[in-house]
């Protein structure tokens, strides 16, 4: 009886043109706002998941997914993760209470707790050879349209200003800031 009143809580939660497919688990409480595709994955307790795709990947607890995410291959969030619209991510491991809201490439990423990416930013993963990795502290601020470029080690409590394109690591607390300034030329 017990496994009965489990899986209509699941079926409550799913709305239309959500598919489930393959080896899932899915935890207590989850919401699902139509248009998902979820393969072989874990959705953990009290997430939501609206309008997207997640493929071999685990979410943690109280997860908040979409609209318009990718998840890949290799992806996991830790607890309370908020993932927003137009994000993909690829193998790549998201720390608890971080937050990659919106238009966002992250792949073979390490990412610490408490991260704020902002818009626009890319994890440029491949040096067209090869797939590299970059690690994220803890508590590190990424601005908006911020370039990624692995392999590269960002340490705890980091600030990067928008528009920067970090090629090179960072030491703890460091203020990062790599853009040309603007200049306006007469015709």
């Known amino acids: 009886m017990k496994k009965k009143n489990k899986l209509a809580r699941i079926l409550s939660a799913v709305g239309d043109n959500v598919q489930i497919i393959g080896d899932c688990t899915i935890g207590e409480n989850v919401k699902f706002i139509g248009g998902?595709?979820?393969?072989?994955?874990?959705?953990?307790?009290?997430?939501?998941?609206?309008t997207s795709n997640i493929k071999k990947?685990?979410?943690?607890?109280?997860?908040?997914?979409?609209?318009?995410?990718?998840?890949?291959e290799g992806t996991?969030?830790?607890?309370?993760?908020?993932?927003?619209?137009?994000?993909?991510?690829?193998?790549?491991?998201i720390g608890k209470d971080s937050k990659?809201?919106?238009?966002?490439?992250?792949?073979d990423a390490v990412i610490g707790q408490r991260v704020n990416i902002g818009c626009g930013v890319v994890f440029a993963n491949f040096d067209g050879k090869e797939k590299r990795q970059s690690i994220i502290g803890d508590d590190v601020f990424i601005g908006s349209n911020v370039n990624i470029v692995a392999p590269v080690n960002i340490a705890s409590g980091t600030y990067i200003c928008a528009g920067t394109t970090v090629t090179k690591d960072t030491e703890e607390n460091?203020?990062?800031?790599g853009r040309v300034r603007q200049e306006n030329k007469k015709r």
């Open 174 to 177: 460091d203020f990062v800031i």
């Open 57 to 72: 990947s685990e979410i943690g607890k109280n997860c908040t997914i979409g609209p318009f995410a990718n998840l890949r």
């Open 100 to 107: 990659v809201p919106h238009h966002i490439y992250v792949g």
């Open 36 to 50: 998902c595709v979820v393969i072989d994955s874990h959705i953990g307790d009290n997430c939501t998941v609206n």
């Open 76 to 93: 996991v969030t830790e607890e309370n993760v908020k993932v927003g619209a137009f994000v993909e991510i690829k193998n790549s491991k």
